[in-house]
């Protein structure tokens, strides 16, 4: 059984690019949720999405955005980035969107934006 | 407004004696709780959980104690091992729009000295 993978691993950016980070979930998981983590701070919740819509989301402002695709893989897209979106992001899996269903993450990919 | 809260950013504890970690909460909505411990470079794994209904589940060596009244819970490790020197983070789920979104605390970094 695979695990949730991300990547890239690291990432170098400057302020008003955008960047994509990429997620391939648990094999039988089809719901995925990002978070971000800033440093010091617990993980915080971006928006998760179930079934390729998303599903509920935290407050993040518009320029973060996603999508799912049919093999439940994800993408997670900033746009504008901003000095402050330096954090790992980490992306998790479930089998369900519903609350008695375990979430497994993934190593995370370590954003810096300068 | 933090609704999850660890107040002690690191915790040293000699190998073989007990660790407890404190969390505080502050949303009277919380009906479920999470530990997660994270190495460096690792995502988040879970160690156990706690349903509302309870007030104490055990699990090896690990123990999570809620109290609802003061809206409490702790996580007593014993005896503590070198391997569980990590970042032990308290979270909650907000199913909020049936989505399954998890609240952390910022973290406690649990250092076991051998």
């Known amino acids: 059984e695979t695990g949730v993978t991300q990547s890239p691993t690291h990432l170098i950016k400057t302020r008003g690019q955008q960047v994509t980070l990429r997620c391939s979930s648990q094999s039988g998981h089809n719901t995925v949720s990002w978070y971000q983590q800033a440093l010091g701070q617990g993980p915080q919740f971006i928006f998760q999405y179930y079934r390729e819509e998303e599903n509920g989301r935290g407050n993040f402002p518009p320029r973060f955005s996603g999508l799912q695709f049919p093999n439940y893989s994800s993408e997670l897209n900033v746009n504008a980035l901003e000095l402050d979106d330096s954090a790992l992001y980490l992306c998790a899996s479930s089998k369900e969107g519903g609350v008695d269903n375990e979430q497994f993450f993934g190593p995370g990919t370590r954003l810096t934006v300068l | 407004d933090q609704q999850v809260k660890q107040n002690s950013p690191s915790l040293s504890v000699q190998e073989g004696r007990i660790s407890i970690l404190n969390c505080d909460y502050t949303n009277s909505m919380f009906d479920y709780f999470l530990w997660y411990k994270k190495y460096p470079a690792e995502g988040p794994t879970f160690l156990i959980s706690?349903?509302?209904?309870?007030d104490k589940n055990e699990d090896g060596r690990f123990t999570v104690f809620l109290n609802k009244s003061a809206k409490h819970l702790s996580l007593h490790i014993v005896p503590s091992q070198p391997g569980d020197s990590a970042v032990h983070f308290c979270?909650?789920?907000?199913?909020?729009?049936?989505?399954?979104?998890?609240?952390f605390g910022k973290g406690t970094k649990l250092s076991v000295i051998p």
């Open positions: 706690i349903s509302s209904i309870k």
């Open positions: 979270a909650a789920p907000n199913s909020g729009a049936g989505s399954y979104q998890l609240t």
